[in-house]
């Protein structure tokens, strides 16, 4: 076997210590991602992939083998990242596409993710096996506050309920407050005892139903954003409510949290979850970048798929009893933040979207606060010479130019400033001419209580 991580990764992990101490009575050889018995199916998707997607051809131009069929083989491939997720990147006939969502991304454009039938179907059997881990059964009813536009987490959240014959009210969600408050009273009518949502909306829920409590509710299954451990603390500390999360994207489904919280539980006949070495992209023992490789995935063959995250993954068995491995978060590759909407903010986008400017700016503070209601408010402190802005017609017309390129982010970013999920705040300054270059031009800081850092 290639380089393999392997036991001693017990060394220290703190919030997990006290599990793996327990349970060191297993058989250390069967602990690793790259299972022998995992192969023909990994190589038999590379295959096919490289066969039909021009994409897998380019990347792998040079370093393509047909007869590669071992791990170490595996390693070589060059990993794929979000431009696989092109239109024309279909790898199967286009009228075996049952489904198109659109992925919330960092550029421009939406990306498209098609879906045949039969991913459909695995994708939400195996959430429906995730949510079993959190233990929800038949007797549950579950509010599905997600988005249900052209988004996946809504959509498959409500066929992996059904599969497990809970009750489901899937009511999507509002930016009204009033709205969401009728919402909640039918959902005490129908005994909700769950919520599948994010916790930007969990906490618009909460503002939203005033005095009322959400004790009736025992889990919410969390999906976007991260949660941070004050939040899960606040809302088992009020209302003794667990918040369970799922890791994932429109792209993937990866995982679920059990009762015991102590990372992400995946099935590894489902998904690979590598730990990698980003400069070389070979298997660490140690935390590193995660690469994602969907052995269900059809339409578009996802391989060695860099989410942009870091992460460690832990193979001894679970005190829920389950076998699935954990990963756990470590943290991100890129400085990016999740703002509420489950939206993601870049340093690059806000540096290109204010180079369209047709005026030079100085620089640009971004600052990212709570404000009402759970949601965020992003204040963009755009600084420019003087003599640029020495009239309220001039502040004026840049702050309409600059909303204007904010809009421009992301489609994401677009729908937060149109529905409303987030508030953004323009605030033009001078600058004095003779002031020193800045070293950063866009700086952004995230002050919000409930969110860690973006790193
Ligand atoms: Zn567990």
Known sequence: ?????NSTFYASFSLMDDILLSDRNIDLR??????????????????AAHENSSYYQQI?????????????????????????????????KRNNIAYYFL????????????????????????????????????????WIALPFGPWAAGHSSQHAFHILESNVLPAGLSNDQYVMRYIWNQAKQMNINVIATTPSILKFIESSIEEDSLIPIEKVIISGDRVSDE?????????????????????????????????YHFDPNQILVEVVEPQNYLPTELEGSILLTNLTSEAIPLIRYKVG?????????????????????????????????????HTYQVEQALDRLKLKIQKCDVVIKDDNGGKDLIEFTVFFNEKDVSTQRQKKLL??????????????????MFEGYANVAIIIQAMNKDAPPQEKKVEIRDLRKFRSSGV
């Open 231 to 263: 939040l899960r603390g606040y809302y088992k500390d009020k209302y003794n409510i667990d918040l369970l999360a799922s890791y994932g994207s429109s792209e993937c489904f990866v995982g679920m949290e059990c009762q015991y919280q102590c990372g």
């Open 399 to 416: 702050t309409k130019e600059i909303i204007q390129a904010i809009r421009t982010l992301s489609l994401d970013f677009n729908d937060v």
């Open 103 to 142: 992925t919330g991304d960092t550029t421009e454009k939406p990306k498209v993710i098609p879906v045949t039938k039969k991913e459909w179907r695995d994708r939400n059997e195996y959430r429906a096996n995730c949510y079993r881990l959190a233990n929800i059964t038949k007797f549950d009813s579950v």
């Open 60 to 92: 792998w131009k040079g370093i393509w083998d047909a007869g590669s069929a071992s791990w170490d083989d595996f390693f070589k491939l060059k990993p794929a990242d979000k431009s696989l997720l092109e239109n024309n990147n279909v790898s199967i």
């Open 30 to 47: 069967s602990e690793t991602t790259y299972q022998d018995h995992l192969l023909s199916s990994v190589w038999s998707l590379v295959k």
């Open 1 to 5: 076997m290639p380089i393999l991580p």
């Open 309 to 345: 995250d870091r992460g460690k993954v832990h193979y001894q068995k679970c005190r829920c009893g389950s076998d699935w491995p954990r990963l756990q978060w470590t943290g991100r590759d890129s400085d990016y933040y999740e703002i509420s909407g489950g939206v993601n903010l």
